[in-house]
């Protein structure tokens, strides 16, 4: 059982020209996590931890004045034994909100976490406040990386702060403390991460190479690029005292210049970042991760670049380059090191709540995959977090009909997520694939691997609960409201469902959809299969596997 260890509190109020000041209360820190109330009702004020005199964090939050909806917390394991002051700009004259604030070795609801009733069960999820942007994907040493955008504080958009979590498997994660904090640039933006082996920017120790993040850092009235080391692993940072390395306002007189995309340039032994500004993306060099070259720029992208060489339907002697933004539109090219030169127009690879998917840098050359991973903009009703993180993907090159495209599905370590077996049948009408369905319609999570002829003659697909989860329109040739003409009528997909979203890879990956799952609450049908002289040729149905288990 979780005892609230209750911190004895002194509440002082301070006047200023007759204005009621900060309240403060004192607390020796005995515990790891400082426990703090939220309520959405209220307005956001400014509270301000200080440990023996030194400000140690500062941000926004609603502090409630009477029951709160949930709590966040602090993780101040590094600063036990020492005096913590917290001052918050309240208004009211009481300490109904702040004395709800304790300390215990447990996060508050800690007992139920990861069991929360919207709690996604196959999809990294943050165990407090909101997340959008991935962020620094870097494989190293055993572990997969993954930093985002993170409002410890509140599931809505603030304090912008680098969360952080780790994988061994890009399946099970565990969450370590943020990595990164607001300072006096600005609040923590979108970046990447790569490991220095050749010790470049001189902050390698011993046979540890550092592994360097570049970030934004965000002010009202500018955005300018930074860059941090760790040489732990990820688990603390050192930001540069030469911050910012690039303030590009003055070359584009915008405030939106972000997400700093760095990778290493073997043929011209240098670094390269792709950097979103001025209405598309810019490519700057460096030799040492501090000194950039603005070097060339292309318009038409917006948030959130990467940049990457693939080969063609596997093809080592035939390789493209792929550059591509936040929204998922990507041009296919060639790169110099110094300008992307598209060779095609721009595409489109997937669509729905996915958003600023990145890639994974470091991956070691005996995998050779180009992995991603995207935010995915979901709501969780009724939870204490939202936003979640797409399921990692492999993103691939293949020659079509219509050009070379990118190809985008699970990667093959979402399979052993996958436990028992519920259906495995062949050459079903739409009603027997209903029968075989309908008694998983209210599973939280399921794999679904289809193929199916669909009707050349009316609307045909795969709903849940009066929601289209696949949908073909004959007449539009759309795919879920994309264009795309499947041949010979015939479709396949792996479809994976979660508490709160659907991911549907048509056609080994040749496009994806991403949706938000909203049952409608006055159908009753569950799973239907629909059309006109529909078939499905195969249908394998799984449960999965909780990721937190």
Request: proline letters at 5%.
């Amino acid at each position: 059982m979780n005892i609230k260890k209750l911190a004895m509190v002194v509440c002082a109020l301070t006047m200023a020209a007759g204005q009621l000041g900060a309240k403060e209360i004192t607390m020796k820190i005995t515990e790891r996590y400082l426990n703090i109330p939220v309520a959405q009702e209220v307005s956001r004020k400014r509270m301000t931890l200080m440990v023996d005199g030194e400000e140690v964090r500062s941000f926004v939050i609603r502090v409630p004045t009477y029951a709160p909806d949930y709590y966040v917390f602090v993780d101040m394991s590094e600063y036990l034994g020492k005096t913590l002051t917290i001052s918050y700009d309240a208004t009211d004259r009481d300490c109904r909100g702040m004395d709800k604030i304790y300390l215990s070795d447990e996060i508050d609801g800690q007992a139920s976490m990861y069991k929360e009733e919207n709690r996604p069960q196959l999809h990294f999820t943050t165990r407090r406040g909101w997340i959008n942007d991935p962020n620094g994907l870097v494989y190293y040493d055993g572990e997969y990386h993954l930093f985002y955008q993170h409002n410890p504080f509140e599931r809505e958009w603030e304090n912008m702060t680098w969360g952080h979590a780790v994988s061994k498997d890009l399946v099970h994660w565990t969450e370590l403390p943020s990595a990164l904090f607001p300072d006096k640039l600005g609040t923590m933006f979108s970046g990447s991460a790569v490991i220095d082996y050749k010790n470049t920017a001189g902050w390698n120790q011993g046979d540890t190479p550092a592994m360097v993040i570049a970030y934004t850092a965000a002010a009202p009235d500018r955005q300018t690029q930074c860059i941090a080391y760790s040489l732990d692993k990820g688990r603390t940072f050192t930001k540069y005292e030469g911050n910012p390395v690039i303030d590009s306002k003055e070359k584009w007189n915008t405030v939106d210049t972000r997400d700093p995309k760095v990778i290493w340039y073997e043929p011209n032994n240098e670094w390269v970042m792709v950097l979103n500004e001025g209405g598309g993306h810019s490519i700057y060099t460096s030799s040492d991760l501090k000194e950039w070259k603005y070097q060339s720029h292309i318009n038409g992208f917006w948030e959130c670049p990467d940049l990457f060489e693939l080969p063609v339907d596997g093809d080592e002697n035939n390789k493209k380059w792929v550059m591509y933004d936040a929204p998922g539109a990507y041009m296919v090219g060639s790169f110099d090191g110094k300008q992307f030169v598209p060779e095609s127009g721009k595409q489109h690879y997937m669509s729905g709540t996915l958003y600023a998917a990145q890639t994974y840098s470091n991956i070691p050359d005996s995998d050779g995959r180009r992995i991603q991973i995207g935010w995915s903009r979901v709501t969780h009703p009724g939870m204490p977090f939202k936003g979640q993180m797409g399921l990692p993907t492999e993103l691939t090159l293949h020659s079509t009909k219509d050009g070379i495209r990118l190809f985008n599905k699970p990667v093959k370590e979402i399979d052993k997520l996958q436990s028992r077996k519920f259906v495995s049948k062949k050459n079903l009408s739409a009603d027997k694939g209903n029968n075989a369905l309908q008694k998983y319609s209210d599973e939280a999570t399921l794999r679904i691997k289809l193929t199916m002829t669909l009707s050349d003659t009316a609307e045909s697909g795969l709903k849940l609960y009066g929601q289209d989860i696949l949908r073909y329109d004959p007449k539009a040739h759309t795919v879920n409201g994309v264009a795309y003409s499947p041949e010979n009528m015939t479709i396949s997909a792996d479809i994976i469902v979660d508490k709160t979203t659907f991911e549907v890879f048509i056609d080994g990956g040749a496009y994806s959809f991403y949706w938000e799952r909203k049952p409608d609450a006055n159908n009753k049908d569950g799973f239907r299969f629909y059309g006109d002289d529909l078939q499905i040729k195969n249908l394998d149905v799984y449960k999965m596997n909780s990721i937190w288990e």
